[in-house]
């Protein structure tokens, strides 16, 4: 039993290690890039045109996430569409190039 909770209790210390790390970007810019990093490692499914995230999350849920409101996180996602950092697919889910 020990040894099969050990490989969780390990991903998830990883887990908490890499949210830490992410609210130490003083800019939310940068805070919101390693969001979304760690949302691509994390429930990122390959697609043709970049990394799809399985779960539609809302300008509130990444705002929540980053420390900041939602009209700012409109405004960097709008910015991050514009630089071809990300895309949204046919059923709104974000995809991440590169």
């Not at 290690?17 to 609210?23: D, G, P, R, T, V």
């Not at 990122?44 to 900041?68: F, I, K, M, Y």
Request: aromatic share 4%.
């Amino acid at each position: 039993m020990k040894q099969s909770l050990l490989p969780q209790v390990g991903k998830r210390l990883k887990q908490a290690e890499s949210f830490l790390a992410l609210h130490g970007h003083r800019r939310i810019e940068d805070r919101l890039y390693s969001l979304l990093i760690l949302l691509k490692q994390e429930i990122g499914q390959p697609t043709e045109n970049g990394t799809r995230l399985t779960v539609r999350l809302t300008h509130e849920d990444l705002a929540s996430a980053c420390g900041t409101t939602r009209v700012t996180m409109t405004r960097l996602l709008s910015k991050f569409k514009q630089e071809n950092l990300i895309s949204l697919d046919s059923q709104h889910h974000l995809v991440l190039h590169g």
